[in-house]
């Protein structure tokens, strides 16, 4: 970094520090009000009146397709029919870049004795809270500096993580235009990593996630008279060996890449041969040409094995790729990282065996995806009802996300 963008990093990092305790505030305010899905109302509205008094001016943004809304129904999910994003933005003109954090929670029940804790049949053990309320304190600093800011940075609060979409719905409705983005950099709180630590994997970044859900239409009838009808269970069964045969058959076996059938079956009494049978499988991959090989074959085999036993099936599938860490981005964005971090203390670490709904923005544009320890190894993991974050690390997530727009815009002005 230039010597005006160092000075201007290092008071953005000291004046997220001094917000720590408001940071805390928020991120607790949004812990008693988790909100599941695409249509976060109260956690939408109370990241526009941070917005609003702060002085960025916002817009909603994301859209849901009737499409999105029936496949999404075809999964188990009822009722994804709006999606309460929200874009921001500080400064003006080119460059840009793209400040993220997910807001939704997950439907767990909480656990934890806090005073803090959630009330309800959901609950952000996922550290999205943190995400929102650090984003919060990183655009309050960026805005008392908008001046020194040569571009745009855009925020990015979007829902519908956990369902790997919500991000897309945002790109869909322009979260990426007017002005064009060319990088974006997002983070996840880890809460059973050593708090402070952060880290970062260059290219694949996270799993993909693949979701297939499979009717078999069969025929119906009588035990005692087989013959007369299709079983769409005993198909099936060999659906479920197929599938499962293919990854042994046509995978390399060291790609890095797992299928299982999470749910199967249909029918209600032992009497009687049902219509339609179901199953639902998911895939996670970090090998992209192995991801795409199995994604071609696997409809062709499922359609296949109900063709030659005499059933018909229907398919809906739903898929998240990877998340990318740019390599040069990561290099650009490294010393404002490390402004933040300290010299040389931000790691490279293997790819997350999550999926992480950041892909779709990192498919668009280069981007970088950091993890910020927040616990200590051996705590409960994210998606446990136990799980908790050490919050004296959420100066440090604001100050990321503030070091990160910063040293990035100086570097293409000055560099």
Not at 46 to 69: H, K
Not at 143 to 157: D, I, N, Q, S
């Amino acid at each position: 970094m230039d010597p005006e963008t160092r000075g201007l990093v290092a008071r953005l990092v000291d004046e997220a520090r001094a917000l720590q305790d408001g940071i805390v505030e928020d991120r607790r305010a949004l812990h008693r009000i988790p909100e599941t899905g695409m249509e976060l109302p109260e956690t939408a509205a109370f990241v526009t009146e941070r917005l609003d008094a702060l002085g960025i001016g916002w817009r909603p943004c994301g859209t849901v397709s009737p499409e999105l809304t029936r496949r999404y129904e075809e999964l188990g999910y009822p009722g994804v029919t709006r999606s309460t994003g929200v874009i921001a933005q500080i400064g003006s003109g080119g460059p840009c870049i793209l400040l993220r954090a997910d807001m939704d929670a997950l439907p767990i029940a909480e656990e934890n004795d806090l005073p803090f804790r959630s009330r309800r049949a959901c609950s952000h053990m996922c550290g999205h809270d943190a995400h929102a309320a650090m984003l919060l304190a990183a655009a309050a600093v960026l805005k008392r500096h908008e001046a020194e800011l040569p571009g745009t940075v855009k925020l990015m609060f979007q829902p519908g993580e956990e369902l790997g979409y919500g991000s897309k719905t945002m790109i869909d409705d322009g979260a990426l235009e007017a002005p064009r983005v060319d990088a974006a950099f997002g983070l996840h709180v880890i809460a059973n990593e050593q708090a402070g630590r952060v880290s970062y994997t260059p290219g694949v970044t996270s799993s993909s996630l693949d979701t297939l859900a499979v009717r078999i239409q069969g025929r119906g009838g009588h035990t005692s008279a087989p013959q007369q009808c299709t079983d769409p269970l005993m198909v099936a069964n060999q659906v479920y060996q197929a599938v499962n045969l293919l990854m042994t058959r046509e995978v390399d076996p060291a790609a890095s890449i797992t299928l299982s059938v999470g749910t199967m079956g249909g029918g209600t009494v032992p009497n009687v041969l049902p219509d339609t049978a179901e199953l639902k499988l998911g895939m996670r991959s970090f090998d992209v040409s192995a991801r795409a090989h199995v994604l071609e074959r696997l409809p062709q085999l499922i359609r296949d094995y109900c063709h030659a036993w005499r059933a018909g099936c229907e398919i809906a599938a739903f898929s998240c790729p990877c998340t990318y860490t740019s390599p040069e981005l990561a290099a650009e964005l490294l010393p404002a990282l490390e402004a933040v971090a300290g010299p040389g203390a931000v790691r490279q670490t293997e790819p997350m065996a999550a999926t992480e709904d950041f892909a779709y923005v990192s498919e668009s544009v280069p981007s970088m995806f950091v993890q910020l320890g927040a616990g200590s190894p051996g705590a409960a993991p994210h998606h446990n009802p136990r799980m908790v974050l050490d919050e004296s690390v959420l100066w440090m997530g604001a100050a990321l996300h503030a070091a990160a727009a910063a040293g990035w815009l100086g570097g293409r002005a000055r560099g």
